[in-house]
């Protein structure tokens, strides 16, 4: 079987403005040939300047979300030629807070994803149960439906990243314990359509407890929220992937 890669990624969600690319920079400068994949997906109007900035460094570029169609009448969106012409290699797609603010389903979800590959896109599809699914043991119901649902053909290691975001645990400072993370993650491999995908862990990763969420089977990195704002928190977790 082909190994998945390891990743790093960071979602600066609505925040950074561009005197914070300062932090990208220090990141940057900071990595040495790390040996895993290291990716920060500010907002979309950093993009540009970002891919720019980080250049010939080791820090690739994404977006937070894009729209199904390649172009048209859809006021405020961004297709994903648009990032793909910024300098973004990836895009995430179906984070919580799109899924609940903007009500995409995970239908929407793989539209926009097939617009991520047909653009030449890395797509993060994001999954994860909300606290009363959990509590009603419908955790591993919820996000087989939501791969099954979200991830649409032709979705293959070298154009899908899969992360596993318990929505309770994003930006709460909580995390599932290490057995339920591992149990979610060897449930997402058995049913990947290609298993050479990466799957990362999402949810409070912080450099204090990246360690030992990396160390868990079928963990292939994380997708970071907050610590990833900060270069020396995020490159704290670069370092606990890259001895994992
Ligand atoms: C996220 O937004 O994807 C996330 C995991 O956030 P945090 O790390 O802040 O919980």
Redesign the pocket.
């Known amino acids: 079987m082909t190994q998945a890669c390891k990743l790093a990624a960071g979602?600066w969600?609505m925040n950074g403005l561009r005197a914070d690319m300062a932090e990208a920079r220090a990141l940057a400068t900071a990595l040495t040939a790390p040996s895993c994949g290291v990716l920060l997906c500010p907002p979309a109007t950093l993009v540009a300047a970002m891919a720019d900035a980080l250049s010939g460094s080791a820090v690739m570029v994404g977006g937070q979300d894009c729209h199904a169609a390649a172009s048209g009448a859809h006021t405020g969106d961004i297709s994903a030629q648009m990032l793909a012409d910024s300098g973004a290699s990836y895009v995430i797609l179906g984070?919580s807070e799109r899924r609940a603010d903007h009500g995409e389903s995970s239908g929407d979800v793989a539209a926009k994803a097939r617009a991520a590959h047909a653009a030449g896109l890395i797509a993060i599809i994001c999954l994860g149960e909300t606290e009363a699914e959990r509590d009603a043991g419908q955790t591993l119901d919820v996000v087989l439906r939501q791969l099954a649902e979200s991830v649409p053909e032709g979705a293959t290691a070298a154009n899908t990243v899969i992360a596993y975001?318990p929505v309770w645990?994003?930006?709460t400072g909580r995390t599932p314990t290490l057995e339920q993370i591992s149990e979610v993650h060897d449930a997402l491999r058995a049913n990947l359509p290609d298993s050479a995908i990466s799957l990362l862990y999402?949810?409070?990763?912080k450099p204090g407890n990246a360690a030992e969420i990396f160390a868990i089977a079928n963990v292939d990195g994380a997708?970071?929220?907050?610590?990833s704002l900060k270069a020396a928190d995020f490159g704290a977790i670069v370092a606990a992937l890259d001895a994992a």
């Open positions: 979602n969600k984070h975001e645990a994003i930006g999402g949810g409070s990763v997708l970071v929220g907050g610590a």
